[in-house]
């Protein structure tokens, strides 16, 4: 059974930084493309990075250059590093593993 647990929300001022976590057990997060997604109430949920089987990564454009996702293969968890962050950042944060889903995480940016 695959489970996707995140971590790391909470209230933070503009322009400050956040590192999500999203530690996973039933697969291993090499052989599986990660991403996060975010969403806000009435909105559809929004793809914000990738992080590919090799490595590769890509980014949303409304948060490339402030975004940074990684994965440490040793502990089986995938981050997103969060800086410069904007009142537009706040939402629900989601984990996501090809098919699979965590329970997100709330971001909260306000002064």
């Known amino acids: 059974q695959v489970q996707l647990v995140e971590s790391g929300g909470g209230l933070v001022q503009p322009g400050g930084s956040l590192r999500l976590s999203c530690a996973a057990s039933?697969?291993?997060?090499?052989?599986?493309?990660m991403a996060w997604y975010r969403q806000t109430p009435g909105k559809q949920r929004e793809w914000v990075a990738i992080?590919?089987?090799?490595?590769?990564?890509n980014y949303a454009s409304s948060v490339k250059g402030r975004f940074t996702i990684s994965r440490d293969i040793a502990k089986n968890t995938v981050y997103l590093q969060m800086s410069s962050l904007k009142p537009e950042d706040t939402a629900v944060y989601y984990c996501?593993?090809?098919?699979?889903w965590g329970q997100g995480t709330q971001v909260t940016v306000s002064s």
């Open positions: 039933g697969i291993i997060v090499s052989f599986a493309t």
């Open positions: 996501s593993a090809n098919a699979w």
């Open positions: 992080v590919t089987t090799g490595g590769s990564t």
